[in-house]
């Protein structure tokens, strides 16, 4: 059994994910930012973590990382705040990132969105220029940083429930793309079984084919 570390960890999808790796056996801790949220966390099965990644230096990161075997990152400012967005959604997936270098934690699992890239070609006027740079930015690091990633890109999130079935996207296409967030945990689960996906970017949605027989 292994033992998980999600930063994020009050965000739907990280509940949802929690709960599942701990029903599987796996120890997890959760970094959740307000304290009001221990007991939803704890409610999982997960062990609350109270740190504020947005405030949090590399020293403090690297003291939360060291000895679990994998980082899922499911953080972020929520939108609204330009500044914001890019203090947690790249800074801090930064400074993360490094933290698991210097802990010597090699996998590392990010939730970003579908086709995030740096040719998103949203103008900088637009509210979601931000959320778009923050993460493109943030998954061109974590590419290169040496680490084992895994990079999620689920389409627009629902709240439906899990199907347990996804299609992978691995072109832009158009139409609707939506995905579950109970499919992203699921997802998240999978891989973090399967070594296999390390130094891989999966894009998808709710499809039709199980997630077992794509992951």
């Known amino acids: 059994m292994s033992n998980y570390l999600i930063i994020g960890g009050h965000g ?34 997960a ?33 609204g705040n330009p500044a914001r967005t890019m203090a947690v959604d790249y800074s801090a997936a930064v400074r993360s990132m490094d933290a698991a270098t210097l802990a010597g934690v090699s996998r590392y699992v990010m939730v970003s969105y579908l086709h995030a890239s740096l040719d998103h070609g949203i103008p900088e006027t637009e509210p979601f220029f931000a959320y778009a740079q923050a993460k493109a930015m943030a998954d061109d690091h ?25 299609a992978v996207h691995e072109e832009k296409t158009p139409g609707p793309a939506e995905t579950s967030r109970g499919n992203v945990a699921l997802v998240i689960r999978a891989v973090l079984g399967q070594p ?20």
């Open 12 to 45: 739907k999808i990280a509940l949802l994910a929690s709960r599942l790796l701990v029903t599987d056996g796996h120890s997890v801790t959760s970094i959740i930012r307000n304290p009001d949220h221990v007991r939803d966390v704890e409610d999982t099965g």
């Open 47 to 79: 062990t609350a973590l109270v740190l504020d990644v947005e405030d949090a230096t590399i020293d403090d990161l690297t003291h939360a990382v060291r000895g679990h075997d994998a980082i899922v990152w499911s953080a972020g400012a929520g939108g």
């Open 142 to 166: 974590l590419r290169s940083s040496g680490l084992e990633y895994t990079i999620l890109g689920p389409g627009s999130l629902t709240n439906d429930e899990a199907s347990g079935k996804i």
């Open 196 to 215: 296999s996906t390390s130094g891989s970017t999966i894009g998808f949605s709710d499809g039709e084919t199980p997630i077992d027989a794509i992951i």
